[in-house]
């Protein structure tokens, strides 16, 4: 049984995970996009909204030809390494021209160089990211190890993300005196260098794995272009992860949505710096639940686990959400701890930590995804499976923001968003509570119902790496 699985060593695994941290470093920069571009840029709220929205119609067009690209590509430098490199370098020019340079253009032109600007962007963030998706199927395919990914990548990613929220909230913006232009270009500056760093490591780790004895024995009926929708829409597990994970990821940008920690965090409990507080304080309990979560993706498959931890986030919120509606946020701080405090972070970090899990299982069941292609159609197509996640996971990041930029324009704030010096209104109270609680709820309900669609379970995975397996040696005992 052993002999079928192809296992990477610990530090290529480690390292292999930072080109998706690498790339998280820049959509974590786009959570803030809505505060630059009304604020800063003088950008019009719904356009901005509107334009990353409609984007998703150039993500459309590009990401199959850049899947099917990656698929088609067996350099000397690997099939995956190239676009690694230049996915990175791609999303640092373009970010950096984005939040540093779009309030010094003429007024007039700002929108037209802004939305060129995010086009480029998007290619260079699919390039990175579909070779973080696809590359795990040469990196490893045992299905006890594919979730090891996910623990590294969560624990990891939530250092980023509470680094980078302290970084901003408690440093840049006392630093420059809130969200200005010169807090955006140092932490262009800052995150930049960090993420180019980390994607040659990356490059490093998967290195020995990116060569093409590992992956042409695997391409036993080579796909044309023309066949790529035919392969989607018979892949029915590319399909429930996509709806489970894309909901997940609404849920979890939405949450996250700097402009909705402005509203929770500063207006409604009139404390901005409890939120990078809560990063801090709630780091460790997330590093504990994904160690958890991925232990039970490692026994039981990634598909039992998401539907657990589902289940987890939705009572943890709904108990999260009576707290917030029947007590008084404004006793929620560290200064003074009682019931409201205690409460709080308990039940926060219980659906921080077990969204992580559900969340980071999605990219190790991509290669699964790409495994089952494999042995059901005989496609070897691992950059294909991970642009059309790509894909809906770039709708939904950029629909959160969409979304945000809709609410607070329902409630009064069309030239501007909200900032810690509003007063507290109804309105915003349960547009805040609508965001922060609401549709992450209603998103876990679809992925539930997704992943009771979705074939493979642990039985099935195992059936899926026999068969390949057995295809392997028969193509080489071809040749």
């Given amino acids: 049984m052993e002999n079928k699985y192809n296992r990477a060593k610990t530090w290529q695994l480690l390292f292999f995970v930072f080109n998706n941290t690498a790339s998280n470093c820049y959509l974590m920069m786009l959570g803030f996009v809505n505060l630059y571009a009304g604020n800063v840029a003088g950008l019009a709220v719904m356009f901005v909204s509107n334009i990353m929205m409609a984007a998703r119609f150039w993500d459309g067009i590009t990401d199959p030809i850049i899947g099917f690209v990656v698929d088609k590509t067996n350099g000397r430098f690997g099939k995956f390494r190239p676009f690694m490199i230049l996915g990175n370098l791609t999303m640092l020019v373009t970010i950096g021209l984005m939040f540093g340079t779009t309030h010094l253009m003429p007024e007039g032109f700002r929108g037209i160089y802004w939305v060129l600007l995010y086009m480029i962007y998007i290619i260079g963030y699919t390039f990175q990211n579909c070779a973080t998706r696809g590359g795990q199927t040469v990196l490893t395919n045992d299905p006890k190890q594919r979730p090891m990914f996910a623990r590294i990548d969560s624990i990891i990613n939530a250092m980023l993300m509470t680094g980078i929220t302290v970084y901003i909230t408690s440093f840049l913006t006392s630093k420059h005196g809130g969200f200005t232009a010169p807090l955006f270009i140092e932490l262009i500056a800052t995150l930049g260098a960090v993420s180019f760093v980390l994607t040659i490591l990356a490059v490093i780790g998967i290195s ?241 119902i997704a992943m009771k669609f979705y074939p493979l379970d642990k039985e099935k995975l195992e059936e899926v790496q026999a068969g390949i397996a057995q295809m392997k040696a028969k193509m080489a005992a071809e040749k």
Avoid at 249 to 258: D, E, F, P, T, Y
Avoid at 356 to 361: A, R, W, Y
């Fill in 208 to 448: 020995e794995k990116d060569k093409p004895e590992n992956y042409t024995n695997l391409q036993s009926n080579t796909y044309g272009f023309k066949d790529i929708f035919g392969i989607v829409r018979h892949n029915r597990a590319i399909q429930m992860l996509v709806l489970a994970a894309s909901t997940d990821k609404l849920a979890m940008q939405i949450r996250s949505n700097s402009v909705v920690g402005i509203m929770l965090y500063g207006i409604i409990m009139g404390n901005y710096a409890m939120l990078s507080k809560m990063s801090m304080i709630t780091m460790i309990p997330n590093m504990i639940l994904i160690i958890v979560g991925t232990g039970v993706a490692a026994k039981f498959s990634s598909k039992k686990a998401t539907v657990i931890f589902t289940y987890v986030n939705i009572v943890f919120t709904v108990l999260l959400a009576m707290l917030l509606i029947l007590g008084d946020p404004t006793q929620i701080t560290t200064e003074h701890i009682g019931f409201m405090t205690i409460a709080f972070i308990v039940l926060y970090a219980l659906v921080n930590g077990s969204s992580g899990i559900t969340t980071g299982l999605a990219t190790p069941m991509i290669a699964d995804c790409a495994d089952y292609e494999l042995y059901s159609g005989g496609n070897y197509a691992p950059a294909l499976m991970g642009t059309v996640f790509g894909f809906f996971d770039k709708v939904v990041s950029s629909f959160a923001s969409t979304v945000v930029g809709w609410c607070v324009v329902a409630i009064g704030f069309k030239d501007r968003f909200p900032t810690a010096e509003d007063p507290l209104t109804s309105g915003l109270f349960w547009v805040t509570m609508f965001l922060f609680i609401g549709i992450p709820i209603i998103g876990w309900i679809f992925s539930l």
